[in-house]
Every structure is written in structure tokens, then in C-alpha cells.
């Protein structure tokens, strides 16, 4: 066995990953050739490590489930009420929400690479790009969705939207019983990422919570 | 093309490794990587992506495969030479380019919204309500038709306009521009009676794809 034993796993002298080393130096390459601004990229990192994300989806969320014109508007035009609200760019061109009722629940996938709304959620979780997900959940929605911890009854319709074109799908999670007194802010706290891409539902506060 | 992206349906791929949280970038070469993307439009990586040989498709990462895909599309686009990029530095006698994205453009991009949906006035092969049949073809290069909807029969929910068919975007024929429609598959339809009666699937599909069923 080599010197990089298992458990100096963190060892801050580990030699870096090759896929560090080949990307520094293509990074370099082409930063040598006045191609890119490496100013540039700190920047466009930044933006989507911290700019967007799941709470612009949120937001949105909690709109439609206060104002009820604006929920109309959203499952109208996505996009244009998504933008209403100051969201939009990469991967937002055709923004269509689909609205989960006790009768229905939808999911989205992207079976033939990992699209995913942007704009709302950001970009993807490595769980949502695995073959594991891409794969079954077209066929097997209802065990995905098990196997993640929410388990539907027959009698609700599972709909599945895979992300082929240029649509991206945003949920509108049903709104929790026991929310009737908080306010916008509130509810978008309680909004998660996953009750957005349909794996789980937006759970209710906790007794005594959320206020 | 059938590649090894095209997962609907497979069986044996693996566990979804679910994570309640993780990093946006697991390492900071993932957010370089992105970024040189983003920061360098050089047009669709996808048709570059596919043809990644499905065993290397399969052991590498999401991000890797980007990486694949770029250096690919530069290589091949001559933006890059090998030469260059074994040595990490650029030829001498090559003319320096100026940075297209800029860190004030870059701030920009977050609000940008690329269109790809074309303003051509078309008249739609088919209507809302009208049921159709996905067509049973295998094109070799780049397509957005999934293998599992191929030879089955949905019904059009709803018109979303007219984008260039991707199947051209990259090949060399000229783009043709043609209605998308919003189809529901029912599961039953797509994967035989054990599927759930009331469950379904929803796809967009370009005119190309279709037939009246």
C-alpha cells in the first residue's frame, strides 16, 4: 500500500485529483490565449454558489399559495411570473409549474442529461443527475419516490415531467394544513428543494414553530 | 443516437444516493469547470457528451464529463491545439484574444434568459386533444426523443412553439425550425399493465418525432 493511507484521507499534503490538475491547466491555457477573464469565473462561481437557489423557488411557492391571481398567472406562464418576481436567466427560457392537489403529484426528471430549472432551484443535487434517478424514475416513479421517503396512495395520479426540451418544471408543492396564520416570509422558510422537484412534500411546521 | 445517455427505462444503474444536502461544486476544478463553460459559449457540449464511450460515460462524473465535452469541442473546433494543452501554456506565434465575458457581463448572466424559441409563424402539424404516435426512428447523431417513446401513443396537451429541431443543431444541414408539443404518455402505454391505470408522462416532442396515431 502507498503512503496515502485510508485514513489520511484529508491529509492537507494529498497531491490534488487529476481532474484538478487538467482543469487548472486548461483554465490556464486558455486564460494564456486571452479566451477567458479568470476574473470572470470567480464571479459566474460565486453566482452559482450563492446567488441562486432553492429559496428564489421558495419564494415563488409562497406567492401562489397568498395570492391566488398570482398562482393563476404562474401556471399560466411560468417564465413571465417567475421573472415577475426578479428570476430568470440560464436554463429559465420556458418555465412551466406544475401544480401537485391531493388527486395529483408530479415529479421531474431529465432522463437524457440532468436539466433542471435554474433560475428556481439552482443547479441540481448529484442525486438528481445519477443514472439511478435518470433512469427509473420515468418508469418507476412510485418506487423512486418510496425509496426517498414519500409513499403516495393508489388512487393519487403520479405525473412525470422529463425535462427533454426546452422546458424546465418547477413544483407547486401543496400547501401544508396548520399554515394558515403565517405569514409570506414564514412560508418560504418552510418551502424545501425537494418538495420543488416533487420527491417529498413541503412538511408541516413544527408544533409551535414556524411563527 | 441510443447512447448510454439515453437512460429512461434501464435497469441495474445503480443507487440514487440521495444526500438532503450537499456543495453546489464538491470540489472547487467543478465550479472552474462550469465557469469556463458558461464564460465560453462555444455551443452545445451535448452531442459531445453523448459520444463519451458509454464505460467512461458511466465511471466518470457529471462535471467530468463537461470537461470531456469542452476540450473536445475546442480541440476539434481548433481553439485549442494538443500541443497547447499538454504544455499548459499558449503558442507564441498565436494572436491573444480578448475575453468575451467579462466580470460585469458575467454579474449579467444571472438575469439573461438565452431564447431559443424561434419567431416564425408556423402552421402546427397537429392540435390539442389529438393523438399521436412517437415515431420509430434511431437517428445516429444528437436527438431529444427518448428511446422509450418511440412506437407509443400519447395525446397533445398542449402547443409550446417553434424551436429549431436539435437533431440538425449540430449536424450540417440546414436548422429547421418546427412546432414542440407537450405530450402525455400514459405509464401503461410506455411500460406495459403493471403500470399504475391513472399514472402518466409528460414529454415535449418536436413535429419530427410524431405521427397521427
Redesign the interface.
Known sequence: MSQRHADHAHDHTEVPSEPALRVKALESLLVDKGLVDPAALDVLVDIYEHKVGPRHGAQVVARAWVDPAYKQRLLADGTAAIAGLGFSGGQGEKLTVVENTPAVHNVIVCTLCSCYPWPVLGLPPTWYKSSAYRSRTVMDPRGVLRELGLDLPDNVEVRVWDSNAASRYLVLPERPSGTESLSEADLVRLVTRDAMIGVAKVPAPREGGGA | MNGI???????G????????S?P??????E??????I???PVGSL?PY?ERIPAAEY?RTS???RW?TA??TRLLEEG??TRA??E????DPA?A????????A???E?????????QDIALTPRFHVGERVHGRNIHPTTHT???R?TRGRTGVVERI??V?NL?DREHGVGETTPQH?Y?IRFP?RE??GDDA?A?????????EDYLERA
Not at chain 2, 13 to 20: D, K, P, R, V
Not at chain 2, 109 to 117: H, K
Open positions: 445517455h439515453d437512460m429512461g427505462g434501464m435497469q444503474l445503480g443507487t440514487i444516493g440521495y444526500h438532503a450537499e453546489i461544486f464538491h470540489e472547487p476544478w465550479g472552474r469547470v462550469f465557469a469556463l458558461r464564460a465560453m451535448r457528451i458511466l457529471y462535471y467530468e470537461y469542452f476540450l481553439v485549442v497547447e494543452v504544455r499548459g501554456r499558449a498565436a491573444k484574444a480578448t475575453p468575451a465575458i467579462t466580470p457581463v458575467a454579474r448572466l444571472l438575469f439573461r434568459t438565452p431564447r431559443e424559441e431529444r426523443m427518448p422509450y409550446r412553439g424551436f436539435p414542440v407537450l405509464a410506455l411500460w399504475p391513472h399514472d402518466a408522462l409528460y414529454i415535449d416532442m418536436w
